[in-house]
């Protein structure tokens, strides 16, 4: 098996490219080895020392380390970590564990409805396949109809990113504003 590595925007964020599909529908993110007792691989990843995050999209998975470690140490223990589980057959997601992970899902009127469907469909189409070229995501959290803002959460290599605030304001916001006017901003949910 041979798994190809990109570096990302993020330098604290490596992505790796297993050839093979990671998750069948939709994105799952690790924050902590609490959250990864879900995934046989995110729980391995996190007996690694360094390992802070770790992301998976549909045909790749990042990993962030922690401010300080140099990927040289922790490198070859992730990849060996990824090519074990993929050897072994194990799901990669624990069957009691398993839950979407994707748009959040609100209570909004009619009109209010139809802006947010715009928002999720700009969201699919547009700019989460352009960030998760960058070993990304980006789902929508909440539209504020009475002032315009919308709620974006930043997941993979794009959280903690040096440039995910330009990306967000420059990129994700000019394109919501555009086609839906109804926007008047983009912010970040931590």
């Not at 020392?49 to 922690?66: A, C, I």
């Not at 989460?128 to 009475?146: K, L, N």
């Amino acid at each position: 098996m041979f798994i190809q590595t990109e570096d990302t925007p993020n330098p604290l964020t490596l992505k790796l490219i297993p050839g093979r599909e990671v998750m069948a529908e939709g994105a799952r993110e690790f924050s902590s080895p609490y959250e990864a007792q879900a995934s046989p691989l995110a729980e391995a990843l996190f007996d690694i020392d360094g390992v802070r995050r770790v992301f998976f999209g549909p045909d790749f998975l990042t990993v962030t380390k922690e401010f300080g470690v140099d990927w040289k140490t922790i490198r070859a223990p992730i990849l060996a970590a990824v090519m074990d589980h993929y050897q072994s057959g194990a799901p990669l997601i624990s069957q009691a564990a398993e839950a979407p992970a994707g748009h959040a899902e609100g209570e909004y009127d009619e009109d209010a409805a139809a802006i947010v469907d715009e928002i999720k469909d700009l969201l699919d189409t547009r700019i989460r396949p352009a960030v998760a070229q960058d070993g990304g995501d980006i789902t929508f959290s909440r539209f504020e109809p009475d002032t315009g803002v919308v709620w974006l959460h930043m997941r993979g290599a794009c959280a903690g990113c040096p440039s995910s605030a330009m990306t967000l304001k420059a990129g994700v916001e000019n394109m919501l504003r555009h086609y839906v006017p109804e926007v008047t901003a983009v912010e970040q949910t931590l």
